[in-house]
Structures are given as structure tokens and as C-alpha cells.
């Protein structure tokens, strides 16, 4: 008896944790979907713009320094015809501040509070 019971919870127990252990991976798949990948990403969609992201490398473009407003990169690489994505370096930043640089992919993005970047079709508010 004492051997079916301790059989019992060792069933018990393996159930409880696999049910947990799913939970949770389950969540993190779900909360997943939400949060993008900053190692290798290419979302369909982007906030306009994504405040505290730079988009690394890719760099067709760039113009220096005197760029005033996200809104003007943007503008830049909507009539730039190789331009999918822009990051532009807002006046506070520590890297070339007032820089807009125009890219031709997304990969590599990561969070970076120096930079404001958006899709080609983000110029306005």
C-alpha cells in the first residue's frame, strides 16, 4: 500500500509540475507574440514612430547632424526609393544629435534611448 501511494503522488506531482511548466512556457509564448525580437527582427507593423529604437546598420543614407524633427526623416526616406526604414538621432542624444540615417532593413533592431525610428510609411503623428 505504502508503495502504491508514494506511486500515486509521485503521479500527482509530475502532473502538477508538467501542468505548470506549460503554463508558463504558454505565457511566455504569449507574451512573446507582443514583444519584439531585438536580435533578428522584421515586424509587419511598427508604433509611429518607435521611441527608443535604434535600427543598427542597413544605413543607405545619412544626413548629419542637421536634421530637426523625426518627421523630416521620415520624409526622407519616403522619397528615397532603396529607404524601408529610417532612425533618427533626437537633440538630446549623445550620438550625433540631429542625425538621420535611412536603412534598408530592420534586422538587428534593438531598444536604444538615443534614437526614434519608424517604418517608411512614419513621417507624421
Not at 508514494?6 to 507582443?34: G, N, P, R
Amino acid at each position: 500500500l505504502q508503495s502504491r501511494m508514494t506511486s500515486f503522488k509521485l503521479s500527482v506531482f509530475t502532473v502538477i509540475f508538467a501542468f505548470l511548466a506549460c503554463k508558463v512556457t504558454c505565457q511566455t509564448d504569449e507574451a512573446a507574440k507582443d514583444v519584439p525580437s531585438f536580435k533578428n527582427m522584421t515586424k509587419e507593423t511598427y508604433a509611429c514612430p518607435e521611441y527608443g529604437m535604434n535600427f543598427p546598420g542597413h544605413d543607405i543614407e545619412t544626413y548629419e547632424g542637421h536634421i530637426e524633427t523625426w518627421q523630416k526623416c521620415g520624409e526622407l526616406c519616403q522619397v528615397h526609393p532603396d529607404c524601408k526604414f529610417w532612425t533618427w538621432s533626437h537633440p538630446r542624444s549623445t550620438y550625433y544629435p540631429g542625425t538621420c540615417l535611412l536603412k534598408s532593413s530592420d534586422y538587428s533592431a534593438m531598444k536604444e534611448e538615443r534614437f526614434v525610428s519608424g517604418a517608411k510609411n512614419c513621417s507624421t503623428c
